[in-house]
């Protein structure tokens, strides 16, 4: 039997409707709106269309879009004289530093000079801390839509096996948190890992984060399990074409034939991590006002 497929395009579409309408009420609770500032440095054409994609949808939602788009050369103390100016902003309620930066700014530190009340990607280290202690605080988008996605297939997870291949800040480590609060029994696996095939097999719920086109394999999923494929791989063009075809970290077609749920690429986790930094700016501005 073929595994349902989790269709995020749809279900991030529907997120962006609801924060659509909690956007409205911010406006009309407090007489203004809820802004997100992005931060472009220099011009790597991928993040310029992520920066583009994030700005269209923050004024589709009906939230204010601040854009700073700065040249590559610009200087780290210029890159946090900006973020300073954010953090004082009473317009911007989130902050949003495009990454990667270029080589001479450290990404570390411009992270750690974002007010972590504005830090909508989650990467502030007092945010993972607060991830961590079950605290209240902001998550990063991929993990939290990730979960979403998990969710969306089986509300109650307690008591599941769940395995994290990958262990990266931006991913890994905040999904395992997430998955670990919501219950479920949680291993982390990494390039050291031992026999990962035969422990992806314990896996009811298996999320994959590691930048290997197709590693996962159908014999290493569990029959019926969630499969959450957050890796972007972009294969070698096929003769004639000017693109190669994007792939996950999952061999699609094997694991569909095996798998209860499974998200595909395109279209599963990447639309719902720019929903979710919608969600986590209108989270930022309603703590902000004190709603
Ligand atoms: P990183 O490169 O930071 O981390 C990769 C992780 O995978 C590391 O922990 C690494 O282990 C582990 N790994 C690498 N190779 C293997 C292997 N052969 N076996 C087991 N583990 C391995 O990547 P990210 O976490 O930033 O991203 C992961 C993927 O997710 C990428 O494809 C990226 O493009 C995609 N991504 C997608 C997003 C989206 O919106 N859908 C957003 C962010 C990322 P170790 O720590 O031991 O080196």
């Known amino acids: 039997m073929s595994a349902r497929i989790i269709d995020g ?40 269309v992520y920066v583009g994609s994030k700005v269209r949808m923050t004024r589709e939602t009906g939230m204010g879009s601040f854009e700073h788009r700065l040249p590559a050369e610009t200087s780290e103390a210029d890159l946090l004289a900006l973020v300073a100016r954010l953090n004082a902003d009473p317009a911007v309620d989130g902050i949003l530093v495009q990454l990667p930066l270029p080589r001479h700014i450290d990404s570390g530190f411009v992270i750690l000079a974002i007010d972590p009340a504005k830090d909508v ?12 202690a079950g605290l209240p605080g902001l998550v990063p988008c991929t993990p939290l839509g990730s979960m979403l996605l998990v969710e969306s297939v089986m509300p109650d997870i307690s008591g599941a096996n769940a395995v994290v291949l990958g262990r990266s800040v931006l991913v890994g480590k905040p999904v395992a948190q997430l998955l670990l609060a919501a219950n479920a029994t949680v291993t982390m696996a990494h390039s050291k890992t031992a026999d990962l095939p035969a422990l992806c097999r314990t896996a009811d719920i298996l999320v994959a984060a590691v930048g290997r086109p197709q590693m996962v394999k159908g014999d290493w999923i569990k029959p019926g399990a969630t499969v959450i494929d957050v890796g972007i791989n972009r294969l070698a063009p096929a003769e004639g074409a000017a693109k190669g075809r994007l792939v996950g970290d999952v061999a699609y077609d094997e694991a569909l034939e095996i798998a209860g749920a499974i998200t595909p690429v395109p279209g599963g986790v990447g ?13 930022a501005a309603r703590r902000r006002a004190g709603l």
């Open 271 to 283: 639309p719902m991590t720019i929903a979710c930094l919608l969600k986590n700016t209108l989270t």
């Open 9 to 48: 395009k749809a279900i991030a579409a529907d997120l962006r409707g609801k924060v659509a309408e909690d956007a409205a009420a911010f406006l009309q609770q407090t007489g203004r709106k809820a802004g997100l500032a992005v931060v472009l440095v220099g011009n790597d054409p991928a993040s310029e």
């Open 121 to 132: 990607d989650g990467l502030h280290p007092e945010n993972a801390g607060r991830l961590m």
